[in-house]
């Protein structure tokens, strides 16, 4: 089981950017796709983006389209998200994840079998 620790959370106003740090223990890190998910209080558990274990596939929920970005070393074992021109609706706890070798539904936390403990955004109006 892989060990996964995310980092960079914080308070920031609207219009401002954070940058979130995954870093997975392991020595497979490189063969799975990763991504990171979020849970704002009351809500469900929503997908914000994925990238393959090779790093050329992205996929955005259309929420943070042309805001969000994601990459990943896989030298590093490390899934970066940079978040840009952050809204008040972006404030939720952020998760980072690895996806289940045989995942079918990318979008579905259903398919991701290890998960960090969380970083809190919150972004004020």
């Known amino acids: 089981q892989v060990q996964l620790v995310e980092s960079g959370g914080g308070l920031v106003q609207a219009g401002g950017s954070l940058r979130l740090s995954c870093v997975a223990s392991?020595?497979?890190?490189?063969?799975?796709?990763m991504g990171w998910f979020r849970q704002a209080p009351g809500k469900e558990r929503e997908f914000v983006v994925a990238i393959s274990w090779h790093g050329s596939n992205t996929y955005y929920a259309d929420s943070v389209k042309g805001r969000f970005t994601i990459s990943r070393d896989n030298a590093k074992n490390t899934v970066i998200l940079q978040m840009n021109s952050l809204k008040p609706e972006d404030t939720a706890v952020y998760y980072c994840?690895?996806?289940?070798?045989?995942?079918?539904?990318?979008?579905?936390?259903?398919?991701?079998?290890?998960w960090g403990q969380g970083t809190q955004v919150t972004v004020s109006s």
């Open positions: 392991g020595r497979t890190f490189s063969s799975y796709t």
């Open positions: 994840a690895r996806a289940a070798a045989a995942y079918t539904v990318i979008i579905s936390a259903a398919s991701y079998d290890s």
